[in-house]
């Protein structure tokens, strides 16, 4: 079960955009809010990717079954035979690995029967492990009448969520990737480059006839072309996905018009001032 930092559970959900099919989970006072024909005030609850949370959740499993001291801390007691407390800490950092390499998709089963709940707030994503299930998917013999066995397993994974539109992006400094390709974004600056080209060598004579040929609305070059003017150390980030990862097309094309000088630009965009 997932919780926001208010207590509100959190409910799947789905939009289609495009064709494509985007899946959210919504905090329920949300839910209610919208079946009362009004929008959630900000700060009333969560929306939030769910590709984005169940992945940080995956991670956090992950990281757990790698740490073989706290494995034996946490499953093994004392006590526990050396060869049993080896094996289990081997089955762990291989059901880790596996996580890891397939994204949880292939154990979403296992992962569900280990999650008794999930609580995401303003500073981290709290995850409650059911003990027998981890005992049992590593082969730890238990005793369900022992102390301690129906005790969840507390995670804790530090995070920073930021509103980014309608929905907040879950920040975890630690875990994220050192690239981000946005493939919106790419696409947009490498158009920038290639339309104002096509204008400076006249093989279009105008926004005009360029619309035409790219069969887009006039108005989207006149907003797109400008990117070709980025700082260069911005474009070559956008382009090898550096760039910080609240940077968006549409938060881009939402701080138009930019600054010429380069590093008002940086400012503007969130990159660290050279």
Known sequence: MLFDGKGNRMTPSH???SGKRYRYYLSNNLIAGANRGRDGESGDGLRIS??????HVVTAIAMFLADEPRVLTELCPAGTPPALASAATRRARSFGEELKAGGGMEHYESIRNLIARVKVDDGAICLSLN????????GIPFDNSSSGADDPLELRMSAELRRLGNE???IVAAHAPKTN????????????????????????ESITDLAKIEDVQRTYPSRIIPLAFLAPDITEAILEGRQPIDLTLDRLLAAMPLPLAW????????????
């Open 15 to 17: 939009a289609v955009k």
């Open 50 to 55: 769910a590709q984005e949370i169940e992945g």
């Open 131 to 138: 003990r027998t299930s981890l005992f049992e998917q590593l």
């Open 168 to 170: 907040k992006r879950l």
């Open 181 to 204: 390709p946005d493939v919106s974004l790419i696409k947009a600056v490498v158009r920038a480059h290639e339309w104002f080209e096509m204008l400076k060598n006249r093989t279009v």
């Open 263 to 274: 590093d008002a630009q940086r400012t503007v965009l969130g990159f660290s001032a050279r």
